[in-house]
T-cell receptor, first 110, second 117 residues
Framework: GQNIDQPTEMTATEGAIVQINCTYQ??????LFWYQQHAGEAPTFLSY????GLEEKGRFSSFLSRSKGYSYLLLKELQMKDSASYLC???????????FGRGTSLIVHP | GAVVSQHPSRVICKSGTSVKIECRSL??????MFWYRQFPKQSLMLMAT?????????EQGVEKDKFLINHASLTLSTLTVTSAHPEDSSFYIC?????????????FGDGTRLSIL
C-alpha cells in the first residue's frame, strides 16, 4: 500500500510565499501530482513530477526528491483566491491511477 | 483544455431512492473514466474504474451491486447509487484522462453532492 502524508491546514498572508510538503512511502514510485481543490468543487491539475528537481509554472513550483520520498508545492505572491485544499497524489507499482493524500487546506488572509 | 462535465451537481432525495450521476467528456474520447468519493476534509477515494464497453473494475470494499457503473460510449459513464441510504451521502467526483500515457493527468468533473434524507 501507500502512505501519503500532508499537513492538514496552513495559513499564510496575501503576497507571501508558502510551501506545502508531501511525504510518501511507496514501492515502485512513478510519478507525483499536485491538484488544487476549492471547497465544493472538483480538483484541478497543477503539476506533475517524475524526476528529481524543481518544476516551475508561473507562481506555482513543485519539487521532488525520490530518494527522500518528499515533494513540496511552492506558492509565491499569494492571492486570496489561492485559499483552497492542495492534494498530493502518488502513482506507483506500474499503475497509472494515483492515490490521493488527504489534502492541505490553505487559508490566505489579508 | 479537456473538459469533463458531471450532472447533476447536487441531489437531495429520500432513503431508498436510486440516483444516477452522469459523467461526460465533452471534447475528447475517454475509454477509461474514474469514480471517486470524498467525505468532508478527507481524501479522494477511488471507487471504481469505468471501462468503455466492458465491466467496471471496483476497488476493494466497494459494493458493485450498490454502485452500478455503465460506460456505454467513449464520452459517457454513469454511476447509479441504488437504494441510497444516509450513509451514502457524500461528494462523488468522476474523472477522465485525455490519453493513454502514464504521465497524463486526470481531468475532473465538478462533482455531485449527494444528500440522502
Amino acid at each position: 500500500g501507500q502512505n501519503i502524508d500532508q499537513p492538514t491546514e496552513m495559513t499564510a498572508t496575501e503576497g507571501a510565499i508558502v510551501q506545502i510538503n508531501c511525504t510518501y512511502q511507496t514501492s515502485g514510485f512513478n510519478g507525483l501530482f499536485w491538484y488544487q481543490q476549492h471547497a465544493g468543487e472538483a480538483p484541478t491539475f497543477l503539476s506533475y513530477n517524475v524526476l528529481d528537481g524543481l518544476e516551475e509554472k508561473g507562481r506555482f513550483s513543485s519539487f521532488l526528491s525520490r530518494s527522500k520520498g518528499y515533494s513540496y508545492l511552492l506558492l509565491k505572491e499569494l492571492q486570496m483566491k489561492d485559499s483552497a485544499s492542495y492534494l498530493c497524489a502518488v502513482k506507483s507499482g506500474g499503475s497509472y491511477i494515483p492515490t490521493f493524500g488527504r489534502g492541505t487546506s490553505l487559508i490566505v488572509h489579508p | 483544455g479537456a473538459v469533463v462535465s458531471q450532472h447533476p451537481s447536487r441531489v437531495i432525495c429520500k432513503s431508498g431512492t436510486s440516483v444516477k450521476i452522469e459523467c461526460r467528456s465533452l471534447d475528447f474520447q475517454a475509454t477509461t473514466m474514474f469514480w471517486y468519493r470524498q467525505f468532508p476534509k478527507q481524501s479522494l477515494m477511488l471507487m471504481a474504474t469505468s471501462n468503455e464497453g466492458s465491466k467496471a473494475t471496483y476497488e476493494q470494499g466497494v459494493e458493485k451491486d450498490k454502485f452500478l457503473i455503465n460506460h456505454a460510449s467513449l464520452t459517457l459513464s454513469t454511476l447509479t447509487v441504488t437504494s441510497a441510504h444516509p450513509e451514502d451521502s457524500s461528494f462523488y467526483i468522476c474523472s477522465a484522462r485525455t490519453g493513454q500515457g502514464i504521465n497524463q493527468p486526470q481531468h475532473f468533473g465538478d462533482g455531485t453532492r449527494l444528500s440522502i434524507l
